[in-house]
């Protein structure tokens, strides 16, 4: 049985996943595809003069109507008047466009936003080296900027942003790390002075790796054990490179030092025990784990965010600090940006951000074939009454629609705000 088929218009019920086969633009609904749920749906179809519709028989939760059935079937006359039924919802799409456009504009601002301290931090790394005084200075500028707007801003959003360059993850991971770290510290009720030691401490917490061969950061084969032990002095390396500057945060540099430490002294480079290992650098442990599963090396294979949040909250309980776990699988809603999903409508997306005052409703990029993608819908799952069903890999989708939805190999974030 063929997936999609050509169905007429008086064989719809209710249940048939449908897509028109008609300009987003030439009627009222916000999808071209979805399911239909309401006799009303199926008569303001009738009314735009198509003679059929495709159906998508495997997400159909029934069968369109046999000819034989439509033709003897009795439609009940609609109490909903129709013309106006069609006019409300044309006016409420356009409303959501509006709406959809100032989410645009706010996403575009923040990736500007974003962009710009990516390329503070390509300045950062060099002067570290010859100008490490200078280097601190740009670097408290930008953390300071951070936690102006972490602190100040309204309707707080953790927004997606674009993919990560190969030869740049030093700066996308440390930056990453440093943007959650410094929402999580806020987030559990942390003064300034803390958010942004917590800042600074994880846009530096990789730097020992700048001594470390390219050609080894890059190897994509497995690391031979000595090779493996060089890796983990790069936190020392670390620290060795920052007492060059005698204006880094003292208070920061436990977090360079112990980043990869866990509480029950399995990690490195020193086996210290949750005793000797302070608030900051427990924080930063867990959103450094977390990101390097989305981000890992080259011998290992990028986790979704989905996937990354599951596997420490199931593996890491004896290591991490559960009360900073639990934080930031809450901060982040149980489908982190970046992750693809089905939704309850029978449509694939893409979670692109997330509201902390309304972490159960992200915003998602729904795929449409018959919307252009720079036009795709942004929505809000609270307003549209959708849900997500479940979370996929992006590599299960359909070659069109993973093309589409344009799911990060390598996930990055960065903070935004929501226009009224």
Not at 158 to 176: P, R
Request: aromatic content about 6%; glycine content about 4%.
């Amino acid at each position: 049985m063929k997936k999609s088929r050509k169905v007429a218009v008086n064989q719809l019920q209710v249940g048939n996943f449908i897509r028109l086969p008609v300009s987003w633009k030439d009627h009222p609904f916000l999808f071209s595809s979805f399911r239909l749920k309401q006799q009303a749906q199926i008569e303001l179809i009738k009314k735009l003069a198509i003679d059929f519709v495709f159906v998508d028989l495997e997400r159909s939760d029934t069968p369109p109507l046999t000819e034989e059935v439509a033709k003897n079937k009795v439609v009940q006359p609609q109490k909903e008047d129709l013309d106006a039924l069609t006019i409300e919802m044309q006016k409420t799409k356009n409303e959501r466009i509006e709406k959809l456009k100032r989410m645009r504009r706010d996403l575009q601002k923040t990736e500007q936003d974003f962009d710009r301290s990516i390329a503070k931090m390509r300045n950062l790394v060099p002067k570290l080296r010859n100008r490490p005084l200078n280097a601190i200075d740009d670097a408290k500028e930008l953390i300071n900027d951070m936690s102006e707007k972490l602190l100040n801003s309204d309707n707080l959003v953790l927004h997606l942003m674009g993919e990560a360059k190969d030869d740049e993850s030093i700066y996308y991971h440390s930056l990453n790390v440093a943007v959650l770290s410094m929402l999580m510290a806020k987030e559990l009720g942390w003064d300034r002075a803390d958010i942004e030691l917590v800042g600074m401490g994880s846009l530096f917490h990789d730097t020992g790796k700048l001594k470390i061969p390219p050609q080894l950061l890059r190897k994509k084969t497995a690391l031979t054990p000595p090779e493996v032990n060089f890796m983990k002095q790069h936190p020392v390396m670390g620290a060795d490179l920052l007492k060059l500057a005698e204006n880094f945060p003292t208070g920061a540099m436990p977090i360079v030092l112990n980043h990869h430490e866990y509480l029950d002294g399995s990690g490195y480079p020193r086996g210290l025990k949750e005793n000797k290992l302070d608030k900051l650098c427990q924080l930063v442990a867990v959103v450094n784990l977390y990101d390097s599963l989305c981000h890992p090396n080259a011998q290992t294979k990028a986790r979704t965010p989905y996937s990354a949040l599951g596997h420490i909250y199931k593996n890491f309980k004896t290591q991490l600090n559960q009360e900073v776990t639990g934080k930031m699988i809450k901060m982040l809603g149980i489908y982190p940006p970046g992750s693809i999903v089905e939704l309850s409508s029978g449509q694939f997306a893409m979670v692109m951000s997330v509201n902390l005052e309304k972490i159960l409703f992200p915003r998602i990029l729904v795929y449409d074939a018959m919307v252009p993608k720079d036009q795709a819908p942004i929505v809000d799952l609270e307003v549209e009454g959708l849900s997500i069903v479940r979370c996929i890999q992006p590599m299960a989708l359909p070659e069109k629609i993973f093309k589409y939805l344009n799911p990060r190999e390598r996930v990055s974030y960065y903070i935004g705000s929501d226009s009224p």
